[in-house]
């Protein structure tokens, strides 16, 4: 039998206080300016309502979910969207809101797809980013944290279903 366990990487008041400081750096670039948060379900949506409530200039949400074919803890490069925005984004300020990049191919099509309908400007703001991942290649515009290869679950982040309402970051390990 296998039984899972967690480590904490990333405790509750870390993660708040650098989502503070991604919420005001985002603030300032978009002074004097209305954002469109566009969030990723299910991952990005604890992150993106700590997020909002730490942005002072004028916000409105909208999310996308999107699906890769393949098993659930790895992206096989088709992706596609299963529930699209309700909100036109021509002539907007959009911010795109991840959990976590890792091949990068799931922001690539989403930015693809995004930017054919002309938004105002249109940036990536992740959780998290394991760069050494890259499949192709892709920066987002803000990151709360780098880290290195590896399976974490909470703060929003899933494993088939699970962890999710874990308050702090955790990495998977299985034990045999
Ligand atoms: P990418 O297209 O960049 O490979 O995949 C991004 C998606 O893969 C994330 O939105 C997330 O759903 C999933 N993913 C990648 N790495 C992890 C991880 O360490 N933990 C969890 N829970 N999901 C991950």
New binding site residues.
């Given amino acids: 039998m296998t039984e899972i366990k967690t480590e904490i990487l990333f405790p509750k008041e870390v993660i708040s206080r650098r989502v503070g400081e991604l919420a005001g750096r985002i603030s300032r670039d978009y002074d004097g300016r209305e954002l469109l948060l566009v969030g ?1 379900l299910k ?2 949506f604890i992150f993106m309502a700590d997020l909002i409530r730490g942005i002072n200039v004028p916000c409105r949400v909208d999310f996308v979910r ?1 699906a ?1 074919y393949g098993c659930s ?3 096989s490069g088709k ?1 596609r969207i299963t529930k699209d925005l309700e909100t036109p984004i021509a002539g907007r300020d959009v911010l795109i809101v ?10 690539s099509y989403l930015v693809k797809v995004l930017r054919e309908r002309e938004p105002a400007s249109l940036r990536v703001c992740a959780f ?1 980013d ?1 760069k050494e ?1 890259r ?1 192709v290649p ?1 920066d987002a515009d803000y990151v709360g944290f780098t880290i290195p290869d ?4 909470g703060y929003g ?3 088939n279903e699970n ?1 999710r309402f874990l308050p702090d970051v955790c990495v998977l390990h299985d034990i045999a």
């Fill in positions: 990723i991952g990005a999107l890769s803890s790895q992206s992706v991840e959990d976590i990049i890792d091949t990068g191919l799931t922001l998290l394991k991942r499949q892709f590896g399976f974490v679950v982040l899933d494993f962890f």
